[in-house]
């Protein structure tokens, strides 16, 4: 257990909301075709992911819960929150910790009314009024991005370092800095004022995934001063 949440009580609820993290890792099986996804994000767990996102836009149904429950197993063994991409229902479903929705999805009020308040809801945003917007609806943390350009979403304008300093200056609520994200620029993100940033392809692409996330998470933290 990292301590994110109080997991004890009435079941599996994310009793604590969102708590504090640096690393969050989500899920891109096209990044390595031939090897299981839990498999890999185990690796990235042991690197020192500290939150973790099923994001699957091509999976029937049923393999997408399947997907989920084994996300869900496991990162209940690493005592860190399963966040699920879009599918609230499939949140519901498998008690993960929440859901993060995109700027096109299901309303931040619907989803609250669906999740309850002891779940996480996180949104992503591109411009500060989206972030402003969110944060007075109550999302429980925002993504800044892409902050770079990215292959995981391909022809997505970036919304550069200005935008980091901006949510960084002006929102209260957790942001985490994500798009393009790697060891080679990560200093450049933290200093713009993220203080949790967000992988896809740098890490669950990575030939060292565990590797990779260890380097990112360890300059996340040395730049809040907590390693
Ligand atoms: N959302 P990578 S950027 C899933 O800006 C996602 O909201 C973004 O992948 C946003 O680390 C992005 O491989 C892709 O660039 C992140």
Redesign the pocket.
Known sequence: MRGLFDFEGEGRRAMGKLNDFSLYV?T?ENYHPGRAISEVMEEALQGGADIVQL?DKTSSPQELLRKAQELKALTRRYGVPLIINDHIELAIEVEADGVHL?QEDLSLQEARRLLGSSRIIGI???AIEEARAAELGGADYI??????P????PG?KP?TLDYVRQVAAEITIPFVA????TPGNVDDVLEAGAKRI??????V?SSDVKGTARLLSERVRSSRGSV
Not at 143 to 148: E, L, N
Not at 150 to 153: F, I, L, N, R, S
Not at 178 to 181: E, P
Not at 198 to 203: F, G, R
């Open positions: 989500i891109g994001r995109g992503s945003t591109h993504g800044v991005g892409p902050v770079y990215t292959g995981t979403k997505v919304v994500i798009g393009g994200i967000c992988a896809v392809s740098a890490i692409g």
